[in-house]
């Protein structure tokens, strides 16, 4: 089974700043997707960015980017410039290649501070 | 794009009532997620169709739940009879299955509560 790692259940950060959270996941599989998904107060789940697992760059999408480390299983995301608009939980999902399961991590709450 | 679009987007009911929640997924998207969101639990996937077949029912929590897709735009998940534990959020999801890549865009959710 596929385990997903938030480890980080709140974070903060100030406006303008860069902020990185982490998530580690565990699987048997070589071929896999991962996805930030982010949920603000409105609770509307929203696809921040995606990475496929074969791929060795980096996803980036504006101000978002990940760090993918296949080797460590890790998958962090690195938020530049922060926003108040960024202030959410954030969740980290795995999926494998062919399945359509999306395994969540329990989230990580951030505060952008003005 | 409408994205998924969910009704009710609240709903109060009392125990032992019945409760269908709707999704319209997105057009044009093969694939429909059902997932309940609680704090005790997170997210977790409760059913998923593919061109309104249902893949997998595994999630369902039990037979007071059931889900159905008569067509491509339109699924419900109901809940009979509805108990107070069944209180969360409700989101449906929809994606298109093209090579593998499954992203699924989310609907708003339903909040429900069962006083």
């Known amino acids: 089974a596929q385990t997903v790692t938030q480890s980080q259940p709140e974070m903060s950060v100030q406006e303008a700043e860069t902020v990185t959270l982490s998530c580690t996941y565990d699987t048997s599989e070589n071929n896999y997707y991962l996805f930030w998904y982010k949920q603000p107060p409105s609770r509307q789940m929203i696809l921040v960015i995606r990475q496929e697992a074969y791929k060795q760059q980096n996803a980036t999408e504006n101000r978002f980017s990940v760090n993918f480390q296949k080797a460590a299983k890790s998958f962090s995301l690195k938020i530049s410039d922060s926003q108040l608009g960024d202030t959410a939980m954030y969740f980290c999902?795995?999926?494998?290649?062919?399945?359509?399961?999306?395994?969540f991590g329990t989230g990580t709450r951030l505060t952008v501070i003005p | 794009d409408a994205g998924v679009i969910q009704s009710p987007r609240h709903e109060v009911t009392e125990m032992g009532q019945e409760v269908t929640l709707r999704c319209k997924p997105i057009?044009?998207?093969?694939?429909l997620f059902w997932y309940r969101q609680t704090m005790m639990r997170g997210l977790e996937l409760l059913i998923y169709f593919n061109n309104n077949v249902p893949i997998d029912d595994s999630g369902m929590p039990e037979d007071r739940f059931s889900a159905k897709m008569p067509n491509a735009s339109f699924s419900t998940l109901k809940i009979q009879p509805s108990e107070p534990r069944d209180s969360a959020v409700y989101f449906c999801?929809?994606?298109?299955?093209?090579?593998?890549?499954?992203?699924?865009?989310f609907g708003p959710g339903t909040r429900l509560l069962v006083l």
């Open positions: 057009s044009g998207h093969d694939y």
């Open positions: 999902a795995f999926m494998k290649t062919g399945a359509n399961n999306l395994f």
């Open positions: 999801a929809s994606s298109l299955g093209l090579a593998g890549v499954l992203t699924q865009y």
